[in-house]
């Protein structure tokens, strides 16, 4: 049986009308410039720091996130809050009215017969 043979060369295929979705700027962007640069930046700093400056600065980091996001979140999180209490107020009994047990108490098991 014969094998094929894969070939190095490029294939290349152009959309009619203009530009594919693959289509790549030749010039950079400045908004990828400054990324890059930035990225650089943090790895260089990073390459500087000690373990446990990088752990610290990890912990930051993550401290930083989940604030924000619970502060972006607070309002889903406060009616969710919200809905919850209003759930248990309708559940409990009305005040001055003796609360209700969820299952009425059942009778001792009967002793075992003598045989």
Known sequence: MATRRRTTARRTTRSSGGYSSGYRRRRPSTASTLGGAV???AVALLGKLSWPQRIGLAVIVVVLVVGYELWTRRGQIAAEIAQQQAA?????????QPALPAQPPQAPPAP???T
């Open 39 to 41: 990225a650089l930046g």
């Open 88 to 96: 248990e107020a309708a559940n409990q009994p009305a005040s001055g």
């Open 112 to 114: 075992p017969a003598a």
